[in-house]
């Protein structure tokens, strides 16, 4: 049994006793659980206070009122994201507005109690939460042990998988129904939108492949004298087609020697998604150049587009897994998003760095620097 | 003369969903109004006044739906809003909106999966139709 720490924080006493009343003699407990879980609940009638029981008993949960009477409840949030501490907090109020519940939870709060609540929906609350510090229990004690289980990238990963099927189910039933008339020419456009979902999909899937190839790459690297001029070559043709059909000249400058010790597979992966998004979000009739730098102790591979750009505020997202700048400009190009997490997470495997320079409307500049010989691997 | 067709918003930033959505929403009798993202619906929303609006959660943020459900209301607190979303299951977002006390926060008047069938699609416009009428 393991008994987690819930703090009250109301300026009600009602609700106070209330809640040490539902949750004394509450358990959870499920099969899938090692453990049960009860709780301790402690009490607090001011923000000040929470914050005073926070520093001493360290509670796992918070039940948090917004309204008290000194500080507010949204500032003992922001007291608990500021010290980055571990408590998982669900905001009881009655006094709840959109505003505040966005506020709170890109504050991190995780969840809401509308106050009066009934002992069925406190319990029923907690029990979520519960289970939640459980998985979160299981997946830092899994992390520490080597092993990575992706919770989020899974759920993620199949909203992605997901999504393209039911658009391909839903273009299929529109053609079985004749929707459109009896013109068979009139679901030419529906077809190929169908292709696209189906080829994005393909795409995502051989991204997923090069991820997990990243991901669980232990000792299998084949590293040998890589000539990365050679490899952006080979990258530059694969993706003539593409260039040619999107009216984009790739341009190759690679002055002295590029040479260094990696798994020419690996850096074709890299070329291959910095050159393909360099097409991408390139305009008609724009250019790419890749230029490979010979430095002292690495090679600097810049590639440079003259595309759709980003702002700020897109760049420092860009490098996660699933993340896709979503914006007018970027509304017909499908991918998988997975493309430059998984160009980081090589570059990183190598001791590399990879940046981004970028100006909306006038291009991107990507600049991934790779030690010649890297100490890793 | 004609009965006026009610209007009705749709908001997704998949431009497919959009098509699928004005095809199915056009064969009830609806004319339709889409946009694909939250701005471009604050932009319309400015000089029209739909009947409905159907949107999409995530859009250019994880939270553009709730906070275009919010402006919307602000703007036109009679107009019903359905939030139509793929990703109930695994955000862990479980709210019943027909509670009272979810009701005050979350704007929305009904929340619907996706791939809802189209007849009970039907169903949800045409009672949250009737109801803003009366």
């Known amino acids: 049994m393991s008994t987690l720490k819930i703090l009250v924080v109301d300026d009600e006493p009602g609700i106070r006793s209330g809640v040490s009343r539902i949750l004394r003699s509450f358990r959870v407990d499920y099969p899938f659980m090692e453990e049960a879980f009860d709780f301790e609940v402690s009490e607090a009638s001011t923000g000040e206070a929470g914050i005073e029981t926070i520093e001493t008993n360290k509670p796992d949960i918070i039940l948090l009122d917004n309204k008290l009477p000194g500080i507010q409840g949204i500032e003992v949030l922001e007291y608990i994201k500021k010290k980055q501490l571990n408590i998982i907090v669900v905001m009881i109020t009655s006094y709840a507005s959109l505003e505040l519940a966005v506020k709170a939870t890109s504050d991190g709060a995780y969840d809401f109690i509308p106050k009066p609540f009934t002992p069925q929906e406190l319990k029923s609350s907690i029990e979520n939460i519960t289970k939640k510090v459980f998985l979160k229990k299981m997946t830092t004690k899994l992390q520490e042990t080597g092993k990575q289980v992706r919770f989020q990238f899974l759920s993620v990963l199949s909203h992605e998988l997901k999504t393209p099927l039911n658009t391909i189910d839903g273009y299929l039933r529109m053609i079985r129904e004749r929707q459109l008339g009896g013109k068979l020419e009139d679901y030419d456009e529906i077809i190929d939108r169908s292709l696209e979902r189906t080829r994005g999909m393909r795409q995502l899937i051989l991204d997923l492949l090069d991820l997990t190839k990243v991901e669980t790459n232990t000792g299998k690297r084949n590293i040998t004298d890589t000539d990365m001029c050679l490899i952006a070559r080979t990258a530059i043709e694969t993706m003539q087609p593409y260039s040619i059909q999107r009216d984009v000249t790739i341009k190759l400058e690679c002055p002295g020697n590029t040479v260094i010790k990696a798994d020419p597979n690996e850096m074709e992966i890299i070329f291959n998604n910095l050159i393909s998004n360099a097409i991408k979000y390139n305009k008609e009739g724009g250019t790419v150049t890749c230029r490979i730098n010979e430095m002292e102790s690495s090679v600097e591979i810049t590639v440079t587009d003259s595309g759709i750009g980003m702002t700020q505020q897109e760049m420092d997202k860009l490098f996660q897994d699933f993340v896709r700048i979503k914006n007018e400009k970027t509304r017909n190009i499908t991918g998988s998003g997975l493309g430059l997490s998984i160009v980081r997470k090589l570059v990183e495997s190598y001791k590399g760095s990879i940046k981004v320079t970028s100006e909306p409307d006038k291009g991107s500049t990507f600049i991934v620097n790779i030690p010649k010989e890297s100490i890793c691997l | ?134």
């Open chain 2, 1 to 134: 003369m004609k009965p006026v067709k009610p209007l009705i918003l749709i908001v997704d930033d998949d431009m497919d969903y959009l098509y699928q959505m004005k095809i199915r929403l056009e064969k009830f009798g609806f004319d339709v109004i889409q946009a694909e993202s939250q701005k471009e619906a604050e932009e319309i929303i400015e000089k029209t006044k739909p009947s409905l609006a159907i949107l999409d959660l995530m859009m250019e943020n994880e939270d553009s739906g709730f906070i275009l459900c919010y402006k919307m209301k602000k703007k036109y607190a009679d107009v019903p809003i359905i939030i139509a979303t793929a990703v109930a299951a695994e955000t862990g977002i479980s709210f019943d909106v027909n509670d009272e006390n979810n009701r005050k926060w979350i704007k929305a008047d009904c929340f619907l999966e996706k791939g809802i069938r189209s007849d009970l699609l039907k169903e949800e416009i045409d009672k949250l139709l009737s109801k803003s009428a009366s």
